[in-house]
């Protein structure tokens, strides 16, 4: 993401981050690559789409460390220091209000994510939406980048200075066809603004014990 997109609230800066999730993913290739690994979920209100078994889709960037994030004035990479998850601002639409310890949002289409919301996916190794893709079942295609990794959502990606990648309000898309957009702290080796599928969850145990430990946020 480019420093101009980057004027989020309470945002870091890869070059002043110091605290970073080490977690290595690997290339993965699936047998049985058909048609059927990107269906319609049967939610028509919501234009979800099932992608090897996740619920929804997302374009991805990264931004390094926040010094204090919207979701209670944490530091991002305190949160994930020493654990496996990776820490990310979801965008605007994501959350139910803005813009300091929201709650999950969306609707329309739109995943919503907000404050210490916690997912379960994979990188695809396509990259900036759907440039290059006529709709998404041609991104089954591409297949998977990484292995499986769980997301904690722990700071906000703004619509204003972020226009192209993060959408302001549910229902709307970003500048490359996508309704979701998480902006990674620090993601896997070899990742660069590649598209990401995943199905909320349950945050772990440790995560919950840590983020209660750091933010200000009564959840």
């Known amino acids: 993401m480019q420093a101009a997109e980057q004027s989020r609230l309470g945002l870091g800066s890869p070059e002043n981050a110091t605290l970073k999730n080490t977690t290595e993913t690997h290339a993965w290739e699936p047998a049985n690559f058909t048609p059927t690994l990107l269906e319609a979920n049967g939610t028509r ?26 979701c209670g004035g944490l530091h991002t ?32 289409g739109t995943q919503g994510l907000g404050c210490f919301s916690c997912a379960k ?11 290059g893709h006529p709709n998404l079942k041609s991104l089954e295609k591409s297949g998977f980048a990484s ?30 066809g996508s309704h979701n957009h998480l902006d990674f702290s620090h993601p896997p080796p070899g990742i660069d603004n590649h598209n990401f599928v995943f199905t ?3 945050c772990p145990h440790d995560l919950r014990q840590r983020y209660e430990s750091l933010s200000r946020c009564n959840r």
């Open 77 to 108: 990479g305190q949160l994930t220091s020493g654990l496996p998850y990776y820490s990310v601002a979801s965008a605007q639409s994501m959350w139910e209000g803005c813009c300091w310890c929201s709650g999950p949002g969306g609707g329309r």
């Open 147 to 176: 292995d499986e990794i769980v997301i904690v959502v722990a700071d906000l990606c703004p619509h204003h200075g972020n226009e192209r990648w993060c959408p302001q309000w549910p229902g709307q898309t970003n500048h490359y």
């Open 45 to 70: 209100a919501a234009n979800a789409y099932r992608y090897a078994g996740y619920q929804t889709f997302a374009t991805t960037t990264r931004y390094g460390d926040a010094k204090a994030a919207a």
């Open 121 to 131: 996916g994979r990188f695809l190794r396509s990259a900036y939406g759907l440039r």
């Open 200 to 202: 909320p969850i349950q």
